[in-house]
């Protein structure tokens, strides 16, 4: 929501005229000010004016948004409070964690020939986000995010959207050089499309559904990564590659007893509930990602957002190659801390660890790992859990 301009008005130091040219000189003044004084007033019925727009379109989005079908239009009110349901746990919740399949992290491999073909199902779907937490998602057959995609540079990629859920949605690569009004138009329900295009870019890329309001269809679950890997030799070689989609959830009830639903003003303040790496909170901490020691372990990130950035950061060592938002056809940066990835971009990271312990990734602005942003990488195989 954008914040209306203010204009402050200004003050002009004044002196006493002393004798006639400078009384000439104060009337002149005096006239300066009083004009300036009237642009003041103008501008500042300019700014009352942007303001009261800006909250008319608020409103006019919040009443597109309690209309649209799996909207809980109760919440809008309840909403207004902003309550935060950060941390709801059920009692078993540990339990819970230590069941859940954690999302395959691993890269998949690409696939064999001159074409990728790939073929994405959205659905209604309840999943968890947190240990316990469910939410009715506007997701992919199989949950948040959608499958990663890896497809090798050069590839022509061809896309089949297949809309199973209730609503129009669409699906938006990031990877691709295509006029959007053709490849990224509303599927209608039940209905499925084809595109191509050819992944010249190498890196990680967000994909997502573009429908309006895309905050929502974002934040409900509808995006993923794709992997445009460049030809063999071009990267030094990882021995390890994992994927992972950052996102924020933003909730109308606790998710315990019933399934949460969207929260537009909490997502319109940026105010979630829960934030993730592949959907689920904390899962690679119950369920660590692995390396041996002097591997090289590559990471595609991805922010999902929808609106927050992560800095990605890995605990007890440094990134010792970073492609900064994709942007691989540029040497990578070296020995860096942290890297910002932000929403709607990706960053790739290599890191080399040679001695056995836990290694905590997170978004290193720490309110997103009390909620949820954080994961371990064991290397070396150790016992013991740790948290950060
Ligand atoms: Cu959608
Ligand atoms: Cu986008």
Known sequence: MSTAPYASP??????????????????????????????????????????????????????????MPGMDMSSMGVAAGLKSYAGASPANADAIATAHTPFPATLPAAPAGPVANVNLVLKDVTVQVAPGIKYAAWAWAGGAPGPVIHVRQGQMVKITLT?????????????????????????????????TFRANDPGVFMYHCGTKPVLMHIANGMY????????????????????????????????????????????????????TFNGYAGQYVKHPLTAKPGETVRFWVVDAGPSIDTDFHIVGTILDRAWVNAGMTNKPLENVQTVAVPAGGGGVFDVNIDKPGLYPFVSHAFAAVDQ?????????????????
């Open 10 to 67: 200004t003050t002009h130091p004044r002196g006493e005229p002393s004798h006639p040219t400078a009384a000439v000189v104060a009337i002149l003044l005096g006239i300066l000010v009083a004009i300036l004084g009237f642009f003041a007033l103008l501008m500042w019925v300019d700014a009352l004016q942007a303001r009261d727009d800006a909250h008319k379109t608020a409103a006019a989005q919040a009443t597109a948004a309690a209309s």
């Open 163 to 195: 809309n199973s859920g209730a609503i129009p949605h669409s699906v938006d690569f990031h990877a691709a050089r295509v006029a959007p009004d053709k490849a990224f138009g509303d599927v209608m329900p039940g209905k499925s499309v084809s595109y």
């Open 224 to 275: 993923g990564a794709i992997v445009v890997e460049p030809p063999a030799g071009t990267l030094p070689k990882a021995d390890k590659n994992y994927v992972l989609v950052a996102s924020e959830w933003y909730l109308d009830s606790d998710g315990l007893s019933k399934p949460a639903q969207f929260n537009m003003d909490k997502a319109h303040a940026r105010q979630p509930d829960w934030m």
């Open 372 to 388: 949820g942003q954080v994961g371990l990488l064991n290397v070396g195989g150790v016992h013991g859990t740790m948290t950060h």
